[in-house]
Antibody
């Protein structure tokens, strides 16, 4: 059974940083590009970033480019999202997804003073 | 960044058929956009229904199908069930940068 478990969310002040993790199991991690998608409270889905299987190709939404970094550790079956320069508009539930097929339960990030 | 547009809301009768569409601000949606469709029920995690225009996952009910229609990506629901009431999102790729549509609230009534 595919399992994706996000962690690392919480309350952070504007301008602060957080690192989200997504631990994967139940599938061959190295076969999949991994994605982060977020959803602000009461709003729609927003694609944030993805990383290829080898970890050497990444892409970001314009809204986070230059502030967020994505990486993966294939030995640990884990993908990360480093979020710097956080803004109130980054407040959302952050989901990881394997190849946009299965989704985790999400982790809530709240940016507020 | 491109804008992806969906109908804000649609209503379908139980047992009826409805088509949701997904348009791109850059022009016609093509296979290069690798269209995806998801649905999300209140309080739940999104679930992927369709990928690469027409492909289904093992969990995708047979009543859902994807296509390209009139320059847009389309999701057709044939034989709507009450449990299909949800928000539906499409997703398009723009050379590796993905953009969601705003979502369609589908009511089964």
């Amino acid at each position: 059974e595919v399992q994706l478990v996000e962690s690392g969310g919480g309350l952070v002040q504007p301008g602060g940083s957080l690192r989200l993790s997504c631990a994967a199991s139940g599938f061959t991690f190295t076969n999949y590009w991994m994605h982060w998608v977020r959803q602000a409270p009461g709003k729609g889905l927003e694609w944030v970033s993805h990383i290829n299987s080898d970890g050497d190709r990444t892409a970001f939404a314009d809204s986070v480019k230059g502030r967020f970094t994505i990486s993966r550790d294939n030995a640990k079956n884990t993908v990360y999202l480093q979020m710097d320069g956080l803004r109130a508009a980054d407040t959302a539930v952050y989901y990881c997804a394997n190849g946009l097929a299965s989704w985790g339960q999400g982790t809530l990030v709240t940016v507020s003073s | 960044q491109a804008v992806v547009t969906q109908e804000p809301s649609l209503t379908v009768s139980p047992g009826g058929t409805v088509t949701l569409t997904c348009a791109s601000s850059t022009g016609a949606v093509t296979s290069g956009h690798c269209p995806y469709w998801f649905h999300q029920k209140p309080g739940q995690v999104p679930r992927t229904l369709i990928y690469d225009i027409t492909k289904k996952h093992s969990w995708t009910p047979a009543r859902f199908s994807g296509s390209l229609l009139g320059g847009k990506a389309a999701l057709t629901l044939s034989g709507a069930q009450p449990e299909d009431e949800a928000e539906y999102y499409c997703l398009l790729s723009y050379s590796g940068v993905w953009v969601f549509g705003g979502g369609t609230k589908l009511t089964v009534l």
